[in-house]
Each structure stands twice: as C-alpha cells, then as structure tokens.
T-cell receptor, first 109, second 112 residues
Framework: QKEVEQDPGPLSVPEGAIVSLNCTYS??????FMWYRQYSRKGPELLMY????GNKEDGRFTAQVDKSSKYISLFIRDSQPSDSATYLC?????????FGQGTTLQVKP | DAGVTQSPTHLIKTRGQQVTLRCSPK?????VSWYQQALGQGPQFIFQ???????QRGNFPDRFSGHQFPNYSSELNVNALLLGDSALYLC???????????FGPGTRLLVL
C-alpha cells in the first residue's frame, strides 16, 4: 500500500464547475499536507498547505483535512481553463516529501 | 529574487553513460532535495543535502549520487544509466531540512 494514494484521473470538467480532488494516506503520524500544482513540463508549484483538521481557504481554493478518516481534499470553485494541470497532494515526513500519484485536471471552456 | 534553477532543461543519453544534473537553490535557502518523477507518477525522493552532506536518502541505488557545494548549489550524478532512469528530475530547496520545499522546473532526461 502506498503511503499517499491519489486517483490519477484524468478529470474533465466544464469551465465554472466546482472541482473536488482527493487523497488518502495511511500513516497517522503525517501532520502537514500540501497541494502542489504542476503544469505540463514544469516543476510543481506550492498551492496550499494545511496542518490541522478542518478547512483552509485561499481565493477559489479550499483545502480540507479529515485526520479521523485520513482523507485530504482540494476544492476549486469557479474553475478556469488556466486551472488545467496536474494536482499533487504531498506530506512532509522526516524532511522528505511523500507525494501522491497526481490527478490530471482539464477545464474545458 | 531568483527561484530554484536547474540545468540543463533537457538531456538525451544512451544506456551505460553517466549524467550530471545541476541545481541552484532559491536565494537564502540552504537545503537541496532531489526527486525523480516518472511519466504519470508523483515525484519520488532521491536524497537531501544540507551543510554539504547527504542527510537522507530514498530507495534509490548507489548509482545515484550527489554533492552540495559551499554556495548551497547541488549536483545529481547518475552512473551506468538504464532505460528506466528516463524521467523528470526535480530539485527542491528549503531553508532548513524540515521547511517548505520549492521546486525548480526540472531536467528531463531521456535514456535511449
């Protein structure tokens, strides 16, 4: 079992839709969680990070952590074609980042 | 303020050859981590350098080695290249081993 699991998609939605991206993790020692966005042929860009259970909002993006079920989510409101990218969830553990497989999102105009 | 930079951007090698990839960290950062990202996969941790020493290593063979220089820049060396080494190699820098990591654009390596 991978330490962080993520459905690779691809996920295709129309412009303006609400997008839900999800990851599960296996180790209850994981405390911090990040979402990175990676455009094609580019390096990952840090989008959001969270520590505790609950929601964290930043503009159109909301990160949610449910530690009781070991489930993390990223919601994108009013999705735009420019949001088309691969979204990677990650957790730091002893200084290294453990990534999920990434979910490829396409937002169609 | 320059972010993380990597060179070269693309590289083509043949099996058995050796390759060196380079990384300059974000200004003010002292820790460099290297990741391998195969097509369609998330990045996998190779190793981390801090104070010119390898501090942590992932599940990669000894063919993968690295170095950190006094100016905090870093190199990743891969010997005896295999077809399976074809991937995007990412460098990430941070201020300290446990802090947020910021990624460079990567070097895309193709082994033929």
């Amino acid at each position: 079992q991978k330490e962080v699991e993520q459905d690779p998609g691809p996920l295709s939605v129309p412009e303006g839709a609400i997008v839900s991206l999800n990851c599960t993790y296996s180790n209850s020692a994981f405390q911090y969680f990040m979402w990175y966005r990676q455009y094609s042929r580019k390096g990952p860009e840090l989008l959001m990070y969270t520590y505790s259970s609950g929601n964290k909002e930043d503009g159109r993006f909301t990160a949610q952590v449910d530690k009781s079920s070991k489930y993390i989510s990223l919601f994108i409101r009013d999705s735009q074609p420019s949001d088309s990218a691969t979204y990677l969830c990650a957790t730091p553990h002893t200084g290294k980042l453990i990534f999920g497989q990434g979910t490829t999102l396409q937002v169609k105009p | 303020d320059a972010g993380v930079t990597q060179s070269p951007t693309h590289l083509i090698k043949t099996r058995g050859q050796q390759v060196t990839l380079r990384c300059s960290p974000k200004s003010g950062h002292d820790t460099v981590s290297w990741y391998q990202q195969a097509l369609g996969q998330g990045p996998q941790f190779i190793f981390q350098y801090y104070e010119e020493e390898e501090r942590q290593r992932g599940n990669f063979p000894d063919r993968f080695s690295g170095h950190q220089f006094p100016n905090y820049s870093s190199e990743l060396n891969v010997n005896a290249l295999l077809l399976g080494d074809s991937a995007l190699y990412l460098c990430a820098s941070s201020l300290g081993q446990l802090e947020t990591q910021y990624f460079g654009p990567g070097t895309r390596l193709l082994v033929l």
